[in-house]
């Protein structure tokens, strides 16, 4: 994938902006980014639209910014020059499509139905805006698109909130959504700029769902792992699961044959996306044992451990 479509991937939420005074551009990509999601798909239904991208651009360099709405080759000629990374439109215009990806931009034309999106993947679209979403059907409809046009990614926006984030980011041919519910026009006209982000912050914990999976404890042998678990599962009436490595009591705890990483074991954090955790985590300045990643066939991340051990533990990020 593109690494600026890979970005919007691991960034997993990107806010859809409507600014109609570029003053305020930088300070809202300030606390977009202050809110853990340094990125924006700025509209051109506004005036300010060009001048905003080319204020972000220039002032908050670590944002990613698309413009959206994008419906003729002279709006896209206008955001390219600007600055933005990735031009989106509310519908497919072969005409606009092709023009921008001519100059090497990165376009995702909106799409409706399976002919529209067939179409905008051969003509070498890596991924899709699915507009208006719910509208059409939402993630039942894209899973049977998907079913089809099985190398098909998609950006979707239009009825995409807070409760129904996970629905949509859950389908894994679905790479993104774009939403205007952590920065709605009327936050952005009153420049709150602290509530908008903790809006973000929120939206990013709601996506990545942290919880714990289960704790690993370092056992000496397998005879001493086995004996461990049948203690726990006889007190407490769980399941005693043997594994290659492992022997579970319950879900909970995992009693390793021999000692793995961690001093004492690990702490398990099941989150929806390790991939986007491995992202927003990175932000905060935590840093991943690389070796320690394990991939799907697709190339998805299903397991990393972080570096740092806490109280002789170390942390392991799992996938639900």
Not at 10 to 24: F, K, S
Not at 87 to 104: E, L, Q, S
Not at 263 to 288: C, K, M, P, W
């Amino acid at each position: 994938m593109n690494s600026t479509l890979q970005k919007v991937y691991e960034i997993g939420i990107i806010p859809v902006i409507a600014i109609e005074d570029a003053a305020q551009a930088v300070p809202l990509a300030r606390a977009l980014a202050d809110g853990g999601l340094p990125a924006a798909e700025v509209t051109f239904r506004t005036a300010a639209a060009e001048d905003a991208i080319r204020a972000i651009v220039k002032e908050v360099p670590e944002m990613l910014v698309g413009a959206g709405t994008v419906l003729t080759c002279e709006q896209a000629d206008r955001a390219m020059a600007a600055g933005a990374s990735f031009i989106v439109a509310p519908g497919y215009d072969p005409n606009v499509t092709r023009h921008v990806m001519d100059k090497g931009g990165i376009m995702m034309p909106g799409t409706a139905t399976a002919g529209e999106m067939q179409q905008a993947m051969n003509q070498g679209c890596e991924m899709l805006k699915f507009f208006p979403a719910e509208a059409n059907g939402g993630v039942s409809m894209l899973k049977n698109i998907g079913a089809a046009l099985k190398t098909a990614k998609w950006m979707c926006t239009g009825g995409v909130n807070a409760k129904n984030v996970n629905d949509y980011l859950g389908y894994d041919q679905i790479a993104a959504v774009g939403g205007t519910w952590m920065c709605k026009s009327e936050l952005i006209k009153a420049g709150k700029w602290d509530e908008i982000t903790a809006i973000c912050k929120e939206a990013v914990k709601t996506m990545l769902g942290f919880q714990l999976g289960h704790i690993g404890v370092n056992c000496g042998n397998e005879a001493e792992a086995g004996q461990t678990a049948k203690t726990l599962c006889a007190l407490f009436g769980l399941e005693y699961k043997a594994g290659n490595s492992s022997i579970f009591a319950g879900k909970a705890v995992e009693c390793m044959k021999k000692p793995g990483r961690g001093a004492n074991g690990h702490i398990a954090i099941a989150t929806n996306s390790v991939d986007r955790a491995v992202y927003h985590l990175g932000r905060q300045g935590v840093e991943f044992i690389e070796e320690s990643r394990v991939t799907d066939a697709k190339g998805k991340t299903k397991a990393i451990y972080i570096k740092q051990e806490l109280s002789g533990f170390a942390i392991h990020l799992v996938q639900k």
